[in-house]
């Protein structure tokens, strides 16, 4: 009787949480791609890919990254060659005391008509590595929301889905652009 009870919060707790992960309602799921690899005893690569069927004009990618007991930090990260190196902002916010990454990608910031097309491919690479020069044996990466609400998510273009272009998204339909992609880690060798 109490496992059931126990397995019933749990899925009352869990299912709203399952519910906003992975929304897309403008075709096929998006899948956003981290390929984490050694560069050195000290140094890992995370290259950000992505994998649209739609326009996008925005995104957010908030990651946690944990090294066992060595303290790490996300030095730099390479916006060059990749998907979104025409938009007009490419944020990178490392937080060492936190062991997070925030990566924010604008395409307009002005009447510019800049979007990322459907495709697939990268959108940049990050560095990590460890504080005092210390070997990292295993980074360990995963979404998570930073401050004040950045987490892993894209928007839509709207013009794309519309016949007029408008100057702004009304805001009671501004979630209505909102796409939540699958998630997907692979370690390179």
Same mark, same amino acid.
């Given at each position: 009787?109490? /496992?059931?009870?126990?397995?019933?919060? %749990?899925?009352?707790?869990?299912?709203?949480?399952? *519910?906003? %992960? =992975?929304? &897309? /309602?403008?075709?096929?799921?998006?899948?956003?791609?981290?390929?984490?690899? @050694? #560069?050195?005893?000290?140094?890992?690569? $995370?290259?950000?890919?992505?994998?649209?069927?739609? &326009?996008?004009?925005?995104?957010?990618?908030?990651? +946690?990254?944990?090294?066992?007991?060595?303290?790490?930090?996300?030095?730099?990260?390479?916006?060059?060659?990749? @998907?979104?190196?025409?938009?007009?902002?490419?944020?990178?916010?490392?937080?060492?005391?936190? =062991? *997070?990454?925030?990566?924010?990608?604008?395409?307009?910031?002005?009447?510019? &008509?800049?979007?990322? %097309?459907?495709?697939?491919?990268?959108? *940049?690479?990050?560095? #990590?590595?460890?504080?005092?020069?210390?070997? #990292?044996? +295993?980074?360990?990466?995963?979404?998570?929301?930073? =401050?004040?609400?950045?987490?892993?998510?894209?928007?839509?273009?709207?013009? =794309?889905?519309?016949?007029? +272009? $408008?100057? /702004? $998204?009304?805001?009671? @339909?501004? @979630?209505?652009?909102? $796409?939540?992609?699958?998630?997907?880690?692979?370690?390179?060798?």
């Amino acid at each position: 009787m109490k /496992t059931t009870a126990k397995f019933g919060l %749990a899925l009352l707790i869990l299912l709203p949480n399952i *519910c906003l %992960a =992975q929304q &897309d /309602t403008f075709g096929k799921l998006d899948t956003m791609y981290a390929d984490v690899a @050694r #560069v050195d005893s000290s140094t890992w690569s $995370i290259t950000i890919s992505y994998d649209n069927d739609e &326009d996008v004009e925005g995104l957010t990618v908030a990651l +946690k990254m944990t090294a066992g007991m060595t303290k790490i930090v996300a030095d730099s990260a390479i916006f060059t060659g990749g @998907r979104v190196e025409h938009f007009s902002y490419k944020g990178f916010r490392p937080d060492s005391a936190i =062991q *997070c990454v925030t990566l924010g990608m604008v395409a307009n910031l002005g009447p510019i &008509d800049k979007y990322l %097309a459907a495709g697939t491919g990268r959108l *940049c690479t990050i560095f #990590v590595s460890s504080l005092g020069d210390q070997a #990292v044996e +295993k980074l360990m990466i995963d979404t998570t929301t930073t =401050q004040p609400a950045n987490t892993l998510m894209a928007i839509a273009y709207p013009y =794309q889905h519309q016949g007029d +272009k $408008i100057d /702004t $998204i009304p805001i009671d @339909r501004r @979630r209505e652009l909102e $796409i939540h992609p699958a998630w997907v880690v692979k370690y390179v060798e």
